[in-house]
């Protein structure tokens, strides 16, 4: 019902910062929670930070608390992820996904709807 695709990732210096952007396309993308979430290499899919479909619950990761913002623009069919003060072990492949949640889970089981991923890459 809802493809995704991520955008906006490359290579940052340690300290530095990146915008990912998610756009959907679908009927009615305003039904869904969103979620962000990253794999590193050899590592198991890990919760970054999601929010409600209206906007109004937001929770993260404790890694991110203070550094990274979500944000969703229902008119646009977008989600954003704003990342400040990365480190090396943000790189990662980020995802977006879309999920029928009441409100938001952590989980990656939870959510319906994947994108390709956008490489992350934050150099030492």
């Known amino acids: 019902q809802v493809q995704l695709v991520e955008s906006g990732g490359g290579l940052v210096q340690a300290g530095g910062s990146l915008r990912l952007s998610c756009a959907a396309s679908?009927?009615?993308?305003?039904?869904?929670?969103m979620g962000w979430f990253r794999q590193a290499p050899g590592k198991e899919r890990e919760f970054v930070t999601a929010?409600?479909?209206?906007?109004?619950?937001?929770t993260y990761a404790d890694s991110m608390k203070g550094r990274t913002t979500i944000s969703r623009d229902n008119a646009k069919n977008t989600v954003d992820l704003q990342m400040n003060s990365l480190k090396p072990e943000d790189t990662a492949v980020y995802y977006c996904?879309?999920?029928?949640?009441?409100?938001?889970?952590?989980?990656?089981?939870?959510?319906?709807?994947w994108g390709q991923g956008t490489q992350v890459t934050v150099s030492s």
């Open positions: 679908g009927r009615t993308f305003s039904i869904y929670a």
């Open positions: 996904a879309a999920g029928r949640l009441a409100v938001v889970a952590v989980t990656a089981s939870e959510y319906n709807y």
């Open positions: 929010i409600s479909k209206s906007g109004g619950t937001i």
